[in-house]
């Protein structure tokens, strides 16, 4: 968790995310409020939600799912990138939490465009799946709880249509992933994901050093 690239200096930071596409006044506040809360390093960085909104307008996505909402921000990004007619299907088991995005996302007119899913994730895909079928979906965001992520990952995939875009976020986990002494869970789970899939012929993927780490993977 990071809400700014690593080893990137204050004032280095401050300029990326100034020259950068401006954040709404909606997403200015959420991100300040979240930043009060005890759980604030969950949010991503600003740099990073310019990113996600750019790959959806990249590839012209229209349907989108999240593993992990918290409270919005990347939600709302990525809801702003999409078209008038475009869905975002958030999945999150956090009622306190998405009561904040709820309230940001009706602020900046894209309530419409965000379908919130509280309950496993692991659930809310598999009905996904039941409900719009494989190859249904253009984009798809994971950060979530990482024991989860190779479930979240596959069934994410699954959903993908050929040339969707799956990013996992907190792929570099400060640093922890490359340091053999640690071995807590979340490391644990991380590093053996990052292995599967940088070996996943299933996809084409690059990893790259923006806020923690995310891993964007192609489907073929």
Known sequence: MSNKTLQLPDYLHE?????????????RRLREETARLPMAGMQIAPEQGQFLAFLVRLIGARRVVEVGVFTGYSALWQALALPEAGRLVGCDINAEWTRIAE??????????????????????????????????????????????????????????RPGGVCAIDN??????????????????????????????????????????????????
Do not use: Q
């Open 15 to 27: 300029y990326l995310v100034a020259h950068g596409p401006a954040e709404t006044p909606e997403l």
């Open 103 to 160: 309230e940001y996302w009706a602020a900046a007119g894209v309530d419409d465009r965000i379908e919130l899913r509280l309950g496993p994730a692991k659930d809310t895909l598999d009905t996904l799946l039941d409900e719009s079928g494989e190859g249904s979906f253009d984009f798809a965001f994971i950060d979530a709880d990482k024991e989860n992520y190779e479930a979240y990952y596959e069934r994410c995939l699954r959903l993908l």
């Open 171 to 220: 792929v570099l986990w400060s640093g922890r992933v490359a340091k053999p002494r640690c071995r807590d869970a979340d490391t644990l789970a991380l590093r053996a994901f990052n292995e599967r899939l940088s070996r996943d012929e299933r996809v084409h993927m690059a990893m790259v050093p923006i806020a923690d780490g995310v891993s964007l993977a192609i489907k073929r």
